[in-house]
């Protein structure tokens, strides 16, 4: 990309947790003159009581508040895309709301990028963190709901063996500059 383009654009970065979203979203949206990174932990958290976590096998309640997460962060996203942002969501979208979530954001261009490094990966990277993402998922559980159950729409990287600068380089490189 070159050094002070404008873009336009709008990045949903998903993946287990400890896959590297978090890292990767903020380098990238620090790449564009006027970038923007939104958490969708933020949504979640937001909920200070009565939230109800998802899990491999979620309550109503669950699934209902995590389409209201995914909702916020895509009108959130929308909102600074509309006013000449680049924006780079982060979120756990994994299953068949991978589909919905891409329709969620009815802006263009929209680049799904799913980090997915390997198992073996995921597991010492949360084994080296103070809190761990899986509170209510086992490590496997959620990297096989990724395998499994989510469709290949978008970019799908594995990042075992990159730096998160290097996967910015990728993403941009396969997305934006192509």
Same mark, same amino acid.
């Given at each position: 990309?070159?050094? #002070?383009?404008? =873009? ?6 998903? $993946? @287990?947790?400890? *896959?590297?979203?978090? /890292? ?59 006013? #000449?942002?680049? =924006? ?6 994994? $299953? @068949?709301?991978? *589909?919905?979530?891409? /329709? ?75």
């Amino acid at each position: 990309m070159e050094p #002070g383009r404008e =873009v336009r654009t709008v990045f949903l970065i998903t $993946g @287990p947790s400890g *896959s590297g979203k978090s /890292t990767v979203a903020r380098l990238l949206a620090e790449r564009f003159p006027r970038g923007v990174h939104l958490e969708g932990d933020f949504f979640r958290r937001s909920i200070v009581s009565g939230r109800h976590e998802p899990t491999p096998r979620p309550s109503p309640w669950a699934l209902e508040q995590l389409r209201l997460r995914y909702r916020l962060g895509a009108t959130v996203a929308a909102a600074y895309f509309d006013e #000449g942002f680049a =924006v780079v969501l982060e979120d756990v979208v994994a $299953g @068949p709301l991978l *589909s919905d979530w891409a /329709t969620l954001i009815g802006r263009s261009p929209t680049q799904v990028v799913v980090l997915l490094p390997t198992i073996e990966v995921v597991t010492a990277r949360e084994a080296s963190r103070k809190a761990s993402g899986y509170t209510r998922w086992s490590i496997e559980e959620l990297y096989d709901a990724f395998l499994d159950e989510t469709p290949r729409i978008g970019l799908w990287l594995d990042t075992s063996e990159q730096t998160p600068e290097q996967t910015v380089e990728d993403i941009l490189t396969r997305t934006i500059d192509r």
